[in-house]
């Protein structure tokens, strides 16, 4: 005898799918043959769930915008700023970081002339899919260019 639980069960089969299937529906084994298959334009890509307003994702810095007061390193309780003396800018580690934005709360950031008021050297984007191979590769540390050129 059919029950009530059954009845709703076939409902839900015929009704569509809730997932998101990011980045792409029946995504092959391996990722070469993926990123193929998106060159030739075989597979369409699903965008990720969106994120919503104020999220934290990666934090992003302005070296122009830093003054270097060093009080995003006093409140960082991940230890994920560095201090560089030689050019008075910090270096922050991604990987260290658990994206609380204390950092960007307190960044006073710099007034550019014409500008009414100053803006945060410090900022949390939108960003999210940050997977890497390496916790210190280029994609995972923010630092002004001059300390990558001078290889300090
Ligand atoms: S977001 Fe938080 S953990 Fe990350 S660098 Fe800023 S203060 Fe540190
Ligand atoms: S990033 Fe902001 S808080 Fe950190 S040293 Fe520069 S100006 Fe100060």
């Keep these: 005898m059919p029950t009530k ?14 997932t998101n299937p990011f980045p ?4 092959p084994k391996d990722v070469t043959s993926l990123v ?3 060159q030739k334009g075989e597979v369409k890509i ?5 994120v919503p307003e104020g999220f934290r994702g990666k ?8 003054i270097g007061c060093r009080l995003c390193i006093t409140v960082c309780p991940a230890n994920a700023m560095e201090w560089i003396p030689e050019l008075r800018k910090i270096r ?9 934005a204390l950092c960007v709360d307190v ?11 100053a803006v945060k050297a410090l900022s949390m984007s939108e960003e ?16 002004p260019p001059e300390a990558k050129e001078k290889g300090i």
């Design 46 to 50: 699903y965008p990720p769930v969106p």
């Design 128 to 143: 999210f899919l940050i997977a890497d191979y390496d916790k210190y590769s280029d994609n995972l540390i923010e630092e």
């Design 92 to 100: 922050h580690y991604v990987s260290r970081c658990m994206f609380c």
């Design 107 to 117: 960044c006073p950031g710099k007034k550019f002339p014409g500008e009414e008021k």
């Design 36 to 38: 193929e298959k998106i």
């Design 24 to 27: 792409v529906k029946h995504a």
């Design 59 to 66: 934090l992003h810095y302005d070296p122009e915008r830093c």
């Design 5 to 18: 639980a059954m009845f709703l069960m076939i409902k839900q089969m015929l009704q569509r799918p809730f």
